[in-house]
């Protein structure tokens, strides 16, 4: 167990829809990174922030946006989903925004239909 | 662009083998390889981390190496157990000078270790 905690576990919703994603980072950490890594294929990194900031975004659409609170607790939200946006949403949480090791959480399952 | 190349894609391998899997990069400037162990549905876990001078590290049964001049690491499997079956992803960090948080991951190599 990494400390790192994702809700919801797993999530269905049809084309069209949003959806929020939430993550807990592990006690200490103020940066989270926010993964899509779909069926067979490794992580693809779409964003992080670092003391509710964002710093850095990967080659994602606009209709990716998050959140990081000043628990340091973070938000994904995806607008518009599309079916290819099916996928297991993985955060992982580090000290500082270029700490070697990050800490993954177990993933949100999203389903679009 | 940064690339991270995993081969064999899968293998299936008796209880108490060995096993080594490879992992070829194109990332550059390098800063560290990592190798993660991700179970089925669940978050990645970090076995091993190198930066470009070292050449090898081990954690338990799990020995990476590292050869940076042809941009090339491997991750040996001593003695496996049935619950190494996962997948085993190979992920490079570039020069923390243009943002080590962009990691690229590699797709994995999927290993089934079978009684």
């Known amino acids: 167990e990494t400390g790192v905690t994702q809700s919801p576990t797993h999530l269905i919703k049809t084309r069209g829809q949003q959806v929020t994603l939430r993550c807990s980072s592990q006690?200490?950490?103020?940066?989270v990174s926010w993964y899509q890594q779909a069926l067979g294929q490794g992580p693809q990194f779409i964003f992080q922030?670092?003391?509710?900031?964002?710093?850095g975004r990967g080659n994602f659409p606009p209709r990716f946006s998050g959140l990081q609170f000043p628990n340091y607790s973070s938000e994904l939200n995806v607008n518009a989903l599309e079916l290819d946006d099916s996928a297991l949403y993985l955060c992982?949480?580090?000290?500082?925004?270029?700490?070697?090791?990050?800490?993954f959480g177990p993933g949100t399952r999203l389903l679009v239909l | 662009k940064n690339q991270v190349e995993q081969s064999p894609q899968s293998l299936i391998i008796l209880e108490g083998k060995n096993c080594t899997l490879q992992?070829?990069?194109?990332?550059?400037?390098?800063?560290?390889l990592r190798w993660y162990k991700q179970d089925t549905g669940r978050g990645p876990v970090s076995l091993t981390i190198?930066?470009?001078?070292?050449n090898t590290k081990s954690n338990g049964r799990y020995t990476a190496t590292l050869d940076a001049d042809t941009k090339q690491s491997s991750l040996h499997i001593t003695a496996s157990q049935l619950s190494d079956s996962a997948s085993y992803i190979c992920?490079?960090?570039?020069?923390?000078?243009?943002?080590?948080?962009?990691?690229?991951f590699g797709k994995g190599t999927k290993l089934s270790v079978i009684p």
């Open positions: 992982a949480s580090s000290f500082r925004a270029q700490e070697e090791t990050q800490y």
């Open positions: 006690s200490g950490h103020n940066t």
């Open positions: 922030y670092y003391r509710e900031e964002e710093n």
């Open positions: 992992c070829n990069y194109t990332v550059s400037p390098f800063s560290n």
């Open positions: 190198m930066t470009f001078s070292e």
């Open positions: 992920v490079v960090s570039p020069n923390s000078g243009a943002g080590s948080y962009q990691l690229t």
